[in-house]
Each structure stands twice: as C-alpha cells, then as structure tokens.
C-alpha cells in the first residue's frame, strides 16, 4: 500500500510523531513518504491564507495520513488553510493525529480535531482519528505509541 504523511510541523514535535508513524508502515512493508507543508513566510494564529513553497501530489496514493499541531486552541493555520484548498479526496481513506502543548484535549485538541474531520469529509474523504499527543504530560511516550498504532492499524483496515 502506498501511503502519503502529509503534516506540517514548527517545533519538530509533529514531524518527530510523522517519522515513527512511517517507519511503523514501512516496517509491516508500506511504502509511506513524508509530505511536509512549507508556508512561505510567518505563520501565527489567525492567518487566513496561507501560501506554500509546493503542494502536495495525493492523486497516487492509496492512503493519506495528516498530522498537525494545535495552536491558539484550533487547528493551526497552515493545516487549515491547505485542507480549505485541496482538491477533492473522494475515495480516499484520512488518519489524523493532532500534537498539542497542553495537557488535556478540551484545551484545544477536540476542537482542532473536529475542524480538521470536517475539512476532509467535505472533500469526500473517509476519515478516521489516531488521536492527540499532549506533549507536556508525563505519559506523553505512551500517547505516541497509541498514535502511531492506531494510524497504522486503521490505514491498513
């Protein structure tokens, strides 16, 4: 199966859950590539219309996961406004995965999630959520782990 990892990633915390997620895939004989969004310029909460250095290619892949960070408690801006522009994804399968500074979802998380969901069946994709990863708790290496599984159970389900 052919899975594309689509995220876009600040602090590297992002990207850090992206890589475990496609050397799981890869592991049970994927192929997973890494899709990283580059805004051009600053990004920061309340940016409506983000520009990006490329965009992604989705039409080849099988399964496509995305992984974004929260901020201002939503969905972070670049995330945003790529989903609010990308083509249609009809017959696709979406995982998602959220990090997030704080600790406890109803801080944002939920509602990142939700936004992030929406965004993705209005472009005709099935969706499924692995979760969000609460980078400041204690038990943040156990959440990454139930992330990481969860996305690669339900991209191969």
Known sequence: MKVALV????TGNTLSVAE???AALKARGHEAVLQRLVP???????VKDVKFESLPDLAGYDRIIFGSPVQAFSLCPAMSSYLSSAP??????AVLFLT?????????????????ENLLKSKGAA????????WTRKDRPKQIDSVVVSATEDIIA
């Open 7 to 10: 995220f876009y990633s600040e």
């Open 20 to 22: 475990l997620i496609q």
């Open 40 to 46: 051009i310029g600053e990004v920061h909460p309340g």
């Open 88 to 93: 249609s994804m009809d017959g696709k399968m």
């Open 100 to 116: 997030e500074g704080f600790p406890y979802p109803w801080l944002g998380g939920n509602r990142a999630m939700a936004k992030m």
């Open 127 to 134: 969706v499924k959520r692995a979760g969000i990863v609460h």
